[in-house]
């Protein structure tokens, strides 16, 4: 069965430090990996995705993300981290083999000190 | 600018009543998600539906919930007796392909139950 563990339940960095979330996954085949962010009080929003080709993939509000098959990871990065990037971020991994639904990981929460 | 669009926002409830979510996917999506948030057990998928056929309701307690797509454009999530365990935010979510692409999320109902 497909799964997704997301070690770090917390994490604080310095505003304008680097950032780096880690993921990894367990899944028999080519997987298609999600990066989701949730602000206080909202829905899920995608950041990035990966289904195939290159494996360093750019999202939404300067992310980013690299898909290692030999380790089975999907780390999301960002260069210098701003204030309002304090959320909590989800990987999720999909399909599973019988249906299309992804697996979320349990989620980081993200603190940025000013 | 399409959004999953969710009812209520909020709700409170005694013990005992009957409560229905209501979730308006994408127009164009053919796969429905039901999420249950809650601090212990993060994100749980509920069930979830392809062009309106339900595919798997394994994560849902099958004696007081049940979820339907009465058509194409309204999903609906019910709890009959409520019970103060239930109280969480509930999320629902819709998508192309059938599942296999990313997932857009409404803002979410968020339940007590007291």
């Known amino acids: 069965a497909q799964s997704v563990t997301q070690p770090d339940i917390h994490i604080t960095v310095s505003e304008g430090a680097s950032l780096e979330l880690r993921c990894n996954y367990s899944?028999?085949?080519?997987?298609?990996l999600f990066w989701y962010v949730q602000s206080p009080g909202q829905g899920l929003q995608l950041l990035l995705k990966?289904?195939?080709?290159?494996?360093l993939v750019q999202g939404i509000k300067g992310f980013e993300a690299e898909f290692k098959r030999s380790q089975s990871s999907f780390n999301l990065r960002k260069p210098s981290v701003h204030w309002s990037d304090a959320a909590e971020y989800f990987c999720a991994v999909g399909p599973s083999y019988n249906a299309g639904k992804s697996t979320f990981g349990d989620g980081t929460t993200l603190t940025v000190k000013p | 600018d399409a959004r999953v669009t969710q009812t209520p926002r909020h709700k409170v409830t005694e013990m005992g009543q009957e409560v229905t979510m209501r979730c308006q996917p994408i127009?164009?999506?053919?796969?429905v998600f039901w999420y249950r948030q809650t601090m212990m057990q993060g994100l749980e998928l509920l069930a979830y539906?392809?062009?309106?056929?339900?595919?798997?309701d394994s994560g849902m307690p099958k004696d007081r919930f049940s979820a339907e797509m009465p058509d194409a454009t309204l999903a609906t999530l019910k709890i009959q007796p409520s019970e103060p365990r239930d109280s969480a935010v509930y999320f629902c979510?819709?998508?192309?392909?059938?599942?296999?692409?990313?997932?857009?999320f409404g803002p979410g109902t968020r339940l007590t139950v007291l």
């Open positions: 539906f392809r062009n309106r056929a339900p595919l798997d």
């Open positions: 899944y028999g085949a080519t997987p298609y």
């Open positions: 990966y289904f195939s080709g290159d494996t």
């Open positions: 127009l164009g999506h053919n796969t």
């Open positions: 979510a819709s998508g192309q392909r059938g599942g296999l692409d990313e997932q857009f």
